[in-house]
């Protein structure tokens, strides 16, 4: 059973197992096109393997949007040390859950893609780190991993080619830090997950500083469907650069809130009122944020856009990790902001000082100002202060927390200002009716 | 220390899954499933772990600091975790958290008194779409209502386990 009823306008690529009977089984997935992929890859070149994902436009999930293919080709190949394949499965971006679903309804789609990326780089050795909360999905991954090795597609002999891949899950223990790549590989080691200096990027200094690929589940979920179909098909599904179809994570003020498989490109306006059946009790948009809650907020009048990364960048955003987080006229923009900045401060890991004592104080402020305490002087200081942090931190965080930040006080000042001299929230009383 | 039979194959599994002078990566996922059978991160557990990876406690110690789902204060049997993040705060999830600290007269990483049941306000738990959500140890409830939470909340304080509260399901 879906957690929500999916829509006829989706483009379900990744997603077309998720509905069969026992779609997490090996049996299930081989009777549908399953390690096909993976089998034609094997008769490919390295280079034939790479090639075709740049062909495919695919570009990161987990956030960034970097070019997939580009990334496996910074691997140094000659290198003596061994490569690693690594899955990001530590899904926390604030309005995300879609690799929860990758990994419930088609397990093996996830290990096909690794086994690919093990090929394209020589890569002998995958390992799948999930957040300690999903331990459910630890168990599925773990048993589609024992059926793998079961019919010969993990193993020191995969398929009886000569090849060696083994593949393990890991165990995350609640750490927003440990989604950003190096703080994922610091933690992977065993360490705290504070984040490491880049250069030397992971495909060349990775786990154990050895070269290793690292990307989102969706990212690799991607790669069977290209290699299968190629490229130039994976490509023309979305938009210029822009390959393929995502997952867009609806939450928020909708009527029909679910995860969503769409092409690159889907028209955001669409997505509120076709896909997600439009406002919930009649209300009108205030905001939108478009890719997890790092993201910088769009006004309702900046919601008539392409869901790709070169438009959201455009328009001041970011397609981030795929969070479409929808806010109606009753929110309260502050409160949004200090919630938002409440969970920063709490996952700042506090290696880099302007982004702990950044998070913090902002946190302060936003709270003050929610309280009706807050002082007109304070909106340009929670402006400044997030300023200050970009930019200088060795991890995303800090950008994270102040983007959102600087948006939401550029575009609503009026509510700020509606909660100086002590005026009390004006939203209070609508939002408590919202869930009543 | 010793631990049950599962445990130790457990254990055995995870230090056979990375490279024999690896054995620190292990580190993580074997005390977040010690807790799990111990209650705690003791300092007992924590130099039994150091012992098993080859390092010291205070570099176990350093890391069980990181981590949110390490606790070193025994939380319930049952822990209730609900999310007030940005998805769930627009949908009532904050108004939940409220309810739960009355229903349960305790608050944030609390436990009460019997011992059995245990409350933390969590970030993110990756159930935005079917906001908002409730966990309960390592199971999800979504799209949570107050009466379903009232339901939940009141059958584990009479002693029930969730799969017999029948009025509320977990989805995993």
């Not at chain 1, 290699?227 to 009527?255: D, M």
């Not at chain 2, 254990?11 to 620190?24: M, Q």
């Not at chain 2, 409730?134 to 979504?142: A, G, I, L, R, T």
Request: net charge negative.
């Amino acid at each position: 059973m879906l957690y929500n009823q999916p829509n006829p306008l989706e483009i379900r690529i990744l997603s077309r197992r998720f509905e069969l009977p026992n779609s997490q089984s090996i049996e299930t997935y081989l009777a549908t096109d399953g390690y096909k992929a993976f089998e034609k890859a094997l008769g490919m070149s390295q280079e034939e393997i790479i090639n075709e994902v740049k062909a495919s436009g695919l570009r990161g999930r987990g956030g960034a949007g970097f070019p997939t293919g580009m990334k496996w080709g910074f691997v140094p190949r000659q290198s003596p040390k061994p490569k690693y394949i690594m899955v990001n499965a530590d899904e926390s971006e604030p309005g995300t859950c879609k690799d929860r679903l990758l990994i419930e309804y088609d397990p093996h789609q996830l290990i096909e893609g690794i086994l690919i990326a093990g090929l394209a780089v020589g890569a002998q050795q995958g390992y799948v780190y999930i957040r300690g909360e999903y331990r459910y999905l630890i168990e599925i991954m773990d048993r589609a991993i024992d059926e793998a090795y079961a019919r010969g597609y993990l193993g020191d002999n995969v398929l009886g080619r000569g090849l060696k891949f083994n593949l393990a899950t890991h165990s995350g223990a609640g750490a927003y830090e440990c989604g950003e790549e190096s703080a994922l590989l610091e933690s992977f080691e065993g360490k705290r997950g504070n984040p490491r200096i880049r250069p030397p990027f992971p495909a060349v200094a990775g786990a154990y500083q050895c070269p290793t690929v690292l990307n989102n589940v969706e990212t690799f979920c991607s790669v069977p469907p290209i290699i299968l179909q190629g490229g130039a098909y994976f490509a023309g599904l979305g938009t210029a650069k822009n390959g393929g179809t995502r997952l867009f994570c609806l939450s928020g003020h909708i009527n029909k809130p679910g995860v969503y498989e769409l092409p690159m490109g889907f028209n955001l306006m669409r997505m509120i009122n076709e896909i997600g059946g439009g406002m919930r009790g009649g209300k009108k948009l205030k905001a939108v944020i478009p890719g997890g809650s790092s993201c910088p907020l769009l006004k309702a009048d900046e919601c008539d856009l392409a869901m790709d990364f070169d438009t959201l960048q455009a328009a001041g955003s970011m397609l981030g990790s795929g969070g479409v987080v929808v806010m109606d006229e009753e929110t309260c923009m502050v409160k949004a902001a200090l919630r938002i900045m409440r969970f920063y401060a709490h996952e700042s890991c506090g290696w880099c000082i302007p982004c702990r004592e950044g998070t913090t104080w902002l946190r302060k402020l936003l709270q003050r100002f929610h309280d009706g305490m807050g002082q007109r002087s304070d909106i340009v200081l929670i402006g400044d202060l997030s300023k200050n942090m970009l930019g200088r931190t060795f991890c995303p965080l800090g950008d994270a927390a102040a983007l959102p930040t600087i948006s939401i006080v550029e575009k609503f000042r009026d509510e700020f200002e509606a909660h100086l001299d002590g005026k009390p929230c004006p939203y209070e009383h609508a939002s408590r009716l919202v869930t009543a | 220390m010793t631990f049950s039979p599962e445990l130790e194959a457990r254990f055995e599994k995870f230090l056979a899954k990375y490279p024999p002078d690896r054995k620190r990566s292990a580190m993580i996922p074997m005390l977040i499933y010690a807790q799990d059978e111990v209650g705690s991160i003791t300092d007992e557990l924590i130099e039994e772990v150091a012992k098993r990876v080859g390092v010291t406690p205070l570099q176990v110690n350093e890391v069980v600091g990181f981590y949110s789902m390490l606790h070193k204060k025994g939380m319930g049997k049952y822990h209730v975790q609900v999310c007030t993040n940005i998805s769930c705060l627009l949908v009532g999830g904050a108004e939940l958290y409220d309810q739960a600290c009355h229903k349960l007269g305790i608050g944030h990483k609390e436990v009460r008194p019997d011992g059995r049941i245990s409350l933390e306000e969590v970030e993110c738990i990756g159930a935005c779409s079917w906001a908002p959500a409730v966990q309960v140890n390592y199971d999800f409830y979504h799209d949570v209502t107050p009466e379903q939470l009232d339901k939940l909340l009141d059958g584990l304080m009479a002693g029930k386990t969730p799969e017999q509260i029948d009025e509320v399901r977990k989805v995993n």
